[in-house]
T-cell receptor, first 113, second 114 residues
């Protein structure tokens, strides 16, 4: 069962433009959402997160939006830079006693110079 | 900056052999995890560990898998009898608390079963 879905396997944007990565989830018990960035042969690196009590969180060029009613979140990167090229994973926290993170399949972002 | 470290970076083993993947989580973290990523697929949860015991495990984490925190700093994943389908990147992660905090991941161990 795919509780966290990233329906776009890849996205290509021009340097300086906005990148928008999307994520949908099905489990209404998720209460904390995270975006991770991953380069080949490296572990996922935390990028930004948002609690379910908020609808927006911003950190520099990165902004995450959460629409709870639609069970949808998105990551905006503006302006996009070539160094942003990586796989981006959406993850959700299922709460409880173990705080397991459930990951989407990832979106490969390519930022072209 | 503190980081999660994993050794080895790459392990090649024969099918049926036992492997131990090692991790040193960030020192003041309390929650520990193993995840894996088969090539081209998503990052999958294997097991979570808190207070010296498994708090949750996935259906992937069958009797062939075990975890241990033998000395208060290392966190190991053992696969008793490896299968070809165990070939994957294995990531260790740790979290400071169980609340709304991020998990920090290690660089991963690439396990190749031949």
């Amino acid at each position: 069962d795919q509780q966290v879905k990233q329906n776009s396997p890849s996205l290509s944007v021009q340097e300086g433009r906005i990148s928008i990565l999307n994520c949908d989830y099905t489990n209404s018990m998720f209460d904390y959402f995270l975006w991770y960035k991953k380069y080949p042969a490296e572990g996922p690196t935390f990028l930004i997160s948002i609690s379910s009590i908020k609808d927006k969180n911003e950190d520099g060029r990165f902004t995450v939006f959460l629409n709870k009613s639609a069970k949808h979140l998105s990551l905006h990167i503006v302006p996009s830079q070539p160094g942003d090229s990586a796989v981006y994973f959406c993850a959700a926290n299922s709460g409880g006693s173990n705080y397991k993170l459930t990951f989407g399949k990832g979106t490969l972002l390519t930022v072209n110079p | 900056e503190p980081e999660v470290t994993q050794t080895p970076s790459h392990q090649v083993t024969q099918m049926g052999q036992e492997v131990i993947l090692r991790c040193v989580p960030i020192s003041n973290h309390l929650y520990f995890y193993w995840y894996r990523q088969i090539l081209g697929q998503k990052v999958e949860f294997l097991v979570s560990f808190y207070n010296n015991e498994i708090s949750e495990k996935s259906e992937i984490f069958d009797d062939q898998f075990s975890v241990e925190r033998p000395d208060g700093s290392n966190f190991t994943l053992k696969i008793r009898s490896t299968k070809l389908e165990d070939s994957a990147m294995y990531f260790c992660a740790s979290r400071r608390t169980g609340g709304n905090t991020e998990a920090f991941f290690g660089q991963g161990t690439r396990l190749t079963v031949v």
